[in-house]
């Protein structure tokens, strides 16, 4: 644990580097308010229309006590004299410091940890709901808990700015996968991320997995496969698969994208509608493949053998 004086020290880096970048940051304010509306609609079932507007501004102030807290306990982790963090290490993209962070300050902070990041404001929130709303008290915490985790990251990010790190690239055409560059895990929302499986050369099988800030034994929640044709594809397969026999092969630079989803029950249906939206957009940003030339399958699972 830091000194009184070091940790004055470390409050008022934290709060000069933040303010930094909700005043100049336009990306950070991206980034920021897409978090933030991602866990404030996780309580859209259990919250009542009436009381929606005042939950989510008071959401909005403990979300911002948490971002910080999660600031400051990581730079008191960096600043420790014990710890040692590599320039190797914080060169690794920022999908894999994301999902390697919480491990480390669990491991720091030990079992007191749920209870070292809780701000007074967050608590205030949490008294508030249950004595309104049923079965809310698990998801505050999981959303807490994230949303300090996502300042920690921030922290080690700026702490890679400052020593100058340069991160590794991902624009190497030879690792540019049809979804996602197939060499780094790919966020495709706060909580959940993608990593390859298998890449050929037309084909890749990516898993959906949950942020390890959640904890659990098992975190894969979903399958992604992609097959991408062209006009000689086509041609050829019309040669000798039955369920081509007669199709013509009429288009000149023809490209299509056959993509198939599975994810297991337990995702809501806007989540899992914006899933399907990103993976769309990425296949179609990435291969300038029009959206009506990705032929979509999403199937609904409840378990995975």
């Excluded at 702490?159 to 895990?185: C, W």
């Amino acid at each position: 644990m830091a000194t009184v004086n070091k940790q004055e020290l470390i409050n008022e880096f934290t709060q000069e580097k933040l303010k930094h970048h909700f005043d100049n940051n336009n990306q950070f304010l991206e980034d920021y308010a897409r978090m933030f509306y991602f866990y404030a609609n996780k309580f859209n079932p259990l919250i009542s229309e009436n009381y929606r507007e005042e939950f989510q501004d008071m959401l909005y102030e403990s979300a911002k006590t948490q971002y910080y807290n999660g600031y400051f306990i990581a730079r008191e982790f960096i600043e420790h004299e014990e710890t040692v963090i590599p320039d190797e290490w914080l060169s690794r993209s920022e999908g894999m410091l994301k999902e390697q962070i919480p491990s480390m300050l669990f491991e720091a902070g030990g079992q007191d940890f749920p209870e070292i990041i809780r701000t007074e404001t967050s608590q205030k929130l949490v008294r508030w709901c249950i004595t309104k709303f049923e079965d809310i008290r698990g998801l505050l915490q999981e959303v807490f808990m994230d949303i300090t985790l996502l300042g920690s990251l921030r922290a080690f990010l700026d702490e890679r700015d400052i020593r100058g790190v340069k991160t590794v690239s991902n624009e190497n055409k030879e690792l540019q996968g049809i979804l996602a560059p197939y060499n780094d895990i790919y966020f495709i929302d706060p909580q959940k991320y993608l990593m390859c499986l298998l890449h050929n050369q037309g084909s890749e099988t990516w898993e959906i997995h949950l942020w390890s800030s959640l904890q659990l034994p098992n975190t894969k929640i979903g399958e992604i496969t992609l097959h991408y044709l062209n006009t000689n594809d086509l041609s050829n397969m019309s040669k000798y698969l039955p369920v081509y026999e007669d199709t013509p092969v009429e288009m000149a630079n023809y490209e299509k994208v056959y993509v198939n989803i599975s994810i297991l029950e337990l995702m809501n249906e806007g989540e899992l509608n914006a899933l399907i939206e990103t993976v769309v957009k990425s296949i179609e940003e990435r291969n300038g493949v029009n959206q009506e030339n990705i032929a979509l399958s999403v199937s609904v699972i409840n378990r995975y053998l």
